[in-house]
């Protein structure tokens, strides 16, 4: 598996197993707190994928970055959490930064 998609879904899996925790109602209902814990060893264990290929520092800024966006838009979408112009502007410089790791890992590869 390319270590770019690892590392996406890597990010998707840390989305899920966060919003599982709110679901998981502080690991009191057995389904969501399974699928919660699945969900954390699968982000986990596409990330140390990942790492075998991108550098670590690269690779954790973009998992960090695609769980702290994902997770910031499903709370904006699922659990109605507020969104301002300046919630939205650092979500935008996050995304930038993940897009900028990508494109200098793109350099270093050549």
Same mark, same amino acid.
């Given at each position: 598996?390319?270590?770019?998609?690892?590392?996406?879904?890597?990010?998707?899996?840390?989305?899920?197993?966060?919003?599982?925790?709110?679901?998981?109602?502080?690991?009191?209902?057995?389904?969501?707190?399974?699928?919660?814990?699945?969900?954390?060893?699968?982000?986990?264990?596409?990330?140390?994928?990942?790492?075998?290929?991108?550098?670590?520092?690269? $690779?954790? *800024?973009?998992?960090?970055?695609?769980?702290?966006? %994902?997770? =910031?838009? #499903?709370?904006?979408?699922?659990? @109605?959490? +507020?969104?301002?112009? $300046?919630? *939205?502007?650092?979500?935008?410089?996050?995304?930038? %930064?993940? =897009?900028? #790791?990508?494109?200098?890992?793109? @350099?270093? +590869?050549?």
């Amino acid at each position: 598996m390319n270590a770019w998609i690892a590392l996406l879904l890597a990010g998707a899996f840390e989305v899920a197993w966060v919003v599982g925790m709110k679901y998981s109602d502080g690991f009191t209902r057995v389904l969501p707190s399974v699928l919660t814990v699945v969900s954390l060893v699968l982000s986990l264990g596409l990330l140390s994928h990942a790492i075998q290929s991108i550098p670590v520092g690269n $690779a954790y *800024a973009v998992w960090t970055g695609v769980g702290a966006v %994902g997770v =910031v838009m #499903l709370g904006i979408l699922i659990f @109605e959490e +507020d969104i301002d112009m $300046a919630k *939205a502007i650092c979500i935008l410089m996050i995304v930038f %930064g993940i =897009v900028g #790791l990508k494109m200098i890992s793109l @350099e270093t +590869d050549l």
